[in-house]
Structures are given as structure tokens and as C-alpha cells.
């Protein structure tokens, strides 16, 4: 299939940098704590330790996987399908092409956010800034896709559905 538009928009560096890095702070924090429990007999509960040590457990390859999930967005258009990939590949979706019935440039309201979510009248799929494309469906509903290149994206589709 020949693919007639293909896009990488980076993610916020909060989300690549900032993340892994608020991953490894809370993680130094909660061995600190635990150090410091331990050297405290007196006050050192073996259970609380052990809470603190799943709290690590858990909370940092969250954060981890969050700053790959929010890398990037790359969003392609095959024969088929606009395709939307996040991050390193862990989340993916695709319109039909068939059942796409328009596709406009809009500017998202900054209180829409970032991330996948239902804002209203449609979904979301956005990693960074506030500009998106709009695709109306045929049978009325509708989705937003971020980007930073909004009338390229929303014109590849337009020219898609002419095909």
C-alpha cells in the first residue's frame, strides 16, 4: 500500500525528559526513606518498609512507560487508514478511510489536555500543543488527532477520501 502522508510530531519534553527523571527523583526519595526507617530501629516498621518498596516498584516504571507512551505521535495514511501510533508503538488505532465522511483543522481549548481521552463530542489522541485535526465520521461521530502540521494532515485526508 502506498502510503500518501506520513507524520512525527516529538512530544513535550516534559513527557520524555520530565517523566524518567520524576521517576528517578520519587525513587531516590522513597530509598531515602527507607534508609532512613531502617536506621531509625525504634521507628522502623518491616511492613511500611516493605509498602515503600512496592510503592518503588510500581510507581517507577509507570512514570517510565509514560514518557515513551508521550514520545511522539506518528499519525501515516495508507490506502485504507489513518493510522495513529503512540510513542514507541504501545497504543495504536485507525480510521477507515470509508467511514470518514470530512477533515478540518481545529485549535483544541487548552483545558482538552493531552493524552487519549473523550473530550465532549469525540476522542482525543494528542501529545503535545493545541493544534489537531477534527475527522467526522459518517454516521456523525467524531475524533481529534493533535499534530503541529493541521492543514497538511486534515488535506492528505481530504485527498484520501477523493480516491
Same mark, same amino acid.
Given at each position: 500500500?502506498?502510503?500518501?502522508?506520513?507524520?512525527?510530531?516529538?512530544?513535550?519534553?516534559?513527557?520524555?525528559?520530565?517523566?524518567?527523571?520524576?521517576?528517578?527523583?520519587?525513587?531516590?526519595?522513597?530509598?531515602?526513606?527507607? !534508609?532512613?526507617?531502617?536506621?531509625?530501629?525504634?521507628?522502623?516498621?518491616?511492613?511500611?518498609?516493605?509498602?515503600?518498596?512496592? !510503592? !518503588?516498584?510500581?510507581?517507577?516504571?509507570?512514570?517510565?512507560?509514560?514518557?515513551?507512551?508521550?514520545?511522539?505521535?506518528?499519525?501515516?495514511?495508507?490506502?485504507?487508514?489513518?493510522?495513529?501510533?503512540?510513542?514507541?508503538?504501545?497504543?495504536?488505532?485507525?480510521?477507515?478511510?470509508?467511514?470518514?465522511?470530512?477533515?478540518?483543522?481545529?485549535?483544541?481549548?487548552?483545558?482538552?489536555?493531552?493524552?487519549?481521552?473523550?473530550?465532549?463530542?469525540?476522542?482525543?489522541?494528542?501529545?503535545?500543543?493545541?493544534?489537531?485535526?477534527?475527522?467526522?465520521?459518517?454516521?456523525?461521530?467524531?475524533?481529534?488527532?493533535?499534530?503541529?502540521?493541521?492543514?497538511?494532515?486534515?488535506?492528505?485526508?481530504?485527498?484520501?477520501?477523493?480516491?
Amino acid at each position: 500500500m502506498t502510503t500518501s502522508y506520513k507524520h512525527t510530531q516529538k512530544g513535550s519534553p516534559w513527557f520524555y525528559w520530565g517523566t524518567p527523571l520524576l521517576g528517578l527523583v520519587l525513587t531516590l526519595a522513597v530509598v531515602f526513606i527507607a !534508609v532512613k526507617a531502617a536506621a531509625e530501629k525504634a521507628n522502623a516498621n518491616y511492613v511500611d518498609t516493605l509498602l515503600q518498596d512496592k !510503592v !518503588v516498584l510500581i510507581t517507577v516504571p509507570v512514570l517510565i512507560w509514560a514518557g515513551l507512551f508521550m514520545s511522539q505521535l506518528k499519525v501515516w495514511i495508507d490506502g485504507e487508514f489513518v493510522r495513529v501510533r503512540f510513542g514507541c508503538g504501545t497504543w495504536r488505532k485507525k480510521f477507515a478511510l470509508d467511514k470518514i465522511q470530512s477533515a478540518a483543522p481545529v485549535r483544541n481549548d487548552w483545558s482538552m489536555g493531552w493524552g487519549i481521552h473523550w473530550v465532549g463530542n469525540g476522542w482525543l489522541y494528542n501529545i503535545a500543543g493545541l493544534e489537531a485535526v477534527e475527522i467526522t465520521f459518517k454516521n456523525g461521530k467524531k475524533a481529534r488527532i493533535g499534530t503541529d502540521e493541521p492543514g497538511k494532515l486534515a488535506g492528505a485526508i481530504e485527498s484520501a477520501l477523493k480516491k
